[in-house]
T-cell receptor, first 114, second 117 residues
């Protein structure tokens, strides 16, 4: 069965500094991987997705992620944090072994300090 | 495009009553919708997969008689929490996938905050 592990429950950065949110996955098939962001009491918004094309994926709001099969990782990065980036981020995996159900990581809370 | 509308955004009900939550795909057809539950400061837990015209598929540990799911059309799925109790208080979120390809991202409603008193 597929699974996903987000290595940090919370990350704190200063505004203007880089962001790194770490995600490792497990899948017996070629997975699809996604990053979603959730602001308080809101639904989830797709940031970006990887589906076996380019390994470096660019998303919205300046975020990008790199798929590294050898490391089974899909870390999310942003060169310069903005206050509005403060939110909960979820790494998600989906593969045909699980009937394409989407499995969520535990989430990483990003804090941005002024 | 690909907007999912969820209603109501919040609801307070008394213990023992039932509550219905609607999930609509506004500009696309969704043969499959998903219902999640989220506890405070926790991740989303998949409750069930709602299939248009057939019975929902429930995840292990989810009571199908308590959480009734109906997917009567290609744009509407409903979740009814029957005989609600305080422990059912939670944030419920629905999602739908555009098309049937497994690598298509999910689009989420804004969630429903249920409080059972």
């Amino acid at each position: 069965a597929q699974s996903v592990t987000q290595l940090d429950s919370h990350v704190s950065v200063s505004e203007g500094t880089p962001v790194l949110l770490r995600c490792n996955y497990s899948s017996s098939y070629s997975p699809s991987l996604f990053w979603y962001v959730q602001h308080p009491n809101k639904g989830l918004q797709l940031l970006l997705k990887y589906t076996s094309a380019a390994t470096l994926v660019k998303g919205i709001n300046g975020f990008e992620a790199e798929f590294k099969k050898s490391e089974t990782s899909f870390h999310l990065t942003k060169p310069s944090a903005h206050m509005s980036d403060a939110a909960e981020y979820f790494c998600v995996v989906s593969d045909r072994g699980g009937g394409f159900k989407t499995i969520f990581g535990a989430g990483t809370r990003l804090f941005v300090k002024a | 495009g690909a907007v999912v509308s969820q209603h109501p955004s919040w609801v307070i009900c008394k213990s023992g009553t039932s509550v219905k939550i609607e999930c609509r795909s506004l500009d696309f057809q969704a043969t499959t919708m998903f219902w999640y539950r989220q506890f405070p400061k926790q991740s989303l837990m998949l409750m069930a997969t709602s299939n248009e015209g057939s019975k929902a598929t429930y995840e292990q540990g989810v009571e199908k008689d308590k959480f009734l799911i109906n997917h009567a059309s290609l744009t509407l799925s409903t979740l009814t929490v029957t005989s609600a109790h305080p422990e059912d208080s939670s944030f419920y979120i629905c999602s739908a996938r555009v098309g049937t390809s497994g690598d298509s991202p999910l689009h989420f409603g804004n969630g429903t905050r249920l409080t059972v008193t």
